[in-house]
């Protein structure tokens, strides 16, 4: 190729992450389930990080997050039931509690010291459980600036997987041009100065009106890799939305929503035609994306002013912890 060629053929660099690549995925929450999947005292088994797990409650209704696979022979614990609140593996019989450790063997041998599952830290939060990749999570999950026990939540699963890993997703929040573009809304300020970011997060205040000229004021942002947050008013009504991923393998993504508004006694049928309204309006935004997400190949390349936001958060991707110690137990 000429050096006149090779000016006129833009550079297109390598994506920022790939989740799944050497065997690492990045240090972050994953929504693993809604929390109406799983009830007190059950379990039900779940892809994730390309591999099994499953999502056991104690009798008391605490949910944590375990490998799927027996540390005895490998059987899958998705086959086993509940004893005495411990599952059972369907092959013999061995027994394991909610902390993952072996509580009996069906022989009757001694537990060896290795006949443990892998616990992940495990939150519950806006309707779903999260597992976070890794042995203790480095940051935590954030609230909405209004009191828990005054909020009326919505949840609810897209029925449709995404063919891209969450942060690709994700990435939607800092490109300002698409908010631009895809979903109308014009900025009083582009906010690239305003951002702020931390190594797990990046928020922002954004300030404009829609295409119906509708003012907007709202806080958005990203935390970890695989988590949308937002808050503000809509015809002076606050409400909050979170649209957590889950990541069942390399470059597949599930993706949830959750809407909280204010609880009005008084009028509890204006609350829940707000909660409905609401959550239509955001699964419409986040959907608007879906068609373009699904058929991307995320490389990017020719950057301009516009991009600012969105090329900072590329590099934080780049610099994301990455580590993968379920692996053997997972998969």
């Given at each position: 190729?000429?050096?006149?060629?090779?000016?006129?053929?833009?550079?297109?660099?390598?994506?920022?992450?790939?989740?799944?690549?050497?065997?690492?995925?990045?240090?972050?929450?994953?929504?693993?389930?809604?929390?109406?999947?799983?009830?007190?005292?059950?379990?039900?088994?779940?892809?994730?990080?390309?591999?099994?797990?499953?999502?056991?409650?104690?009798?008391?209704?605490?949910?944590?997050?375990?490998?799927?696979?027996?540390?005895?022979?490998?059987?899958?614990?998705?086959?086993?039931?509940?004893?005495?609140?411990?599952?059972?593996?369907?092959?013999?019989?061995?027994?394991?509690?909610?902390?993952?450790?072996?509580?009996?063997?069906?022989?009757?041998?001694?537990?060896?010291?290795?006949?443990?599952?892998?616990?992940?830290?495990t939150v519950e939060k806006y309707g779903f459980v999260f597992a976070f990749n890794g042995t203790e999570p480095s940051f935590e999950l954030p609230d909405l600036p209004r009191a828990p026990e005054g909020l009326v939540w919505k949840v609810g699963?897209?029925?449709?997987?995404?063919?891209?890993?969450?942060?690709?997703?994700?990435?939607?929040?800092?490109?300002?041009?698409?908010?631009?573009?895809?979903?109308?809304?014009?900025?009083?300020?582009?906010?690239?100065?305003?951002?702020?970011?931390?190594?797990?997060?990046?928020?922002?205040?954004?300030?404009?009106?829609?295409?119906?000229?509708?003012?907007?004021?709202?806080?958005?942002?990203?935390?970890?890799?695989?988590?949308?947050?937002?808050?503000?008013?809509?015809?002076?009504?606050?409400?909050?939305?979170?649209?957590?991923?889950?990541?069942?393998?390399?470059?597949?993504?599930?993706?949830?929503?959750?809407?909280?508004?204010?609880?009005?006694?008084?009028?509890?049928?204006?609350?829940?035609?707000?909660?409905?309204?609401?959550?239509?309006?955001?699964?419409?935004?986040?959907?608007?994306?879906?068609?373009?997400?699904?058929?991307?190949?995320?490389?990017?390349?020719?950057?301009?002013?516009?991009?600012?936001?969105?090329?900072?958060?590329?590099?934080?991707?780049?610099?994301?912890?990455?580590?993968?110690?379920?692996?053997?137990?997972?998969?």
């Amino acid at each position: 190729m000429s050096s006149a060629a090779q000016m006129l053929t833009p550079r297109r660099s390598l994506a920022p992450l790939k989740e799944g690549e050497d065997g690492l995925f990045t240090q972050s929450w994953f929504a693993v389930c809604l929390s109406t999947d799983v009830e007190s005292g059950g379990f039900a088994g779940f892809d994730f990080l390309g591999g099994r797990v499953i999502v056991m409650r104690d009798s008391d209704g605490r949910a944590s997050v375990l490998s799927a696979y027996c540390p005895h022979l490998g059987a899958d614990l998705c086959g086993g039931e509940m004893v005495d609140g411990a599952l059972r593996c369907p092959f013999h019989h061995w027994r394991y509690g909610p902390d993952g450790k072996c509580v009996s063997t069906g022989s009757g041998d001694p537990i060896p010291p290795t006949a443990k599952l892998f616990r992940f830290p495990t939150v519950e939060k806006y309707g779903f459980v999260f597992a976070f990749n890794g042995t203790e999570p480095s940051f935590e999950l954030p609230d909405l600036p209004r009191a828990p026990e005054g909020l009326v939540w919505k949840v609810g699963e897209w029925n449709i997987r995404m063919p891209v890993d969450p942060w690709v997703i994700c990435c939607n929040t800092p490109d300002m041009q698409h908010i631009n573009v895809v979903h109308g809304i014009t900025f009083d300020r582009e906010p690239h100065d305003l951002v702020q970011w931390t190594d797990h997060s990046m928020l922002y205040t954004l300030q404009g009106a829609n295409r119906e000229g509708l003012r907007l004021e709202f806080e958005v942002g990203i935390f970890g890799t695989s988590l949308y947050w937002q808050h503000g008013e809509l015809g002076g009504r606050w409400f909050g939305f979170v649209a957590p991923m889950g990541l069942p393998r390399p470059g597949e993504s599930r993706l949830f929503f959750a809407v909280a508004v204010e609880d009005d006694p008084a009028d509890p049928d204006g609350t829940r035609a707000f909660l409905d309204a609401m959550y239509d309006l955001e699964v419409h935004i986040a959907t608007e994306d879906l068609p373009i997400v699904e058929h991307a190949r995320f490389r990017p390349g020719t950057l301009t002013k516009s991009d600012r936001s969105l090329a900072r958060f590329l590099q934080y991707l780049r610099e994301f912890p990455r580590d993968h110690p379920s692996a053997t137990f997972i998969s």
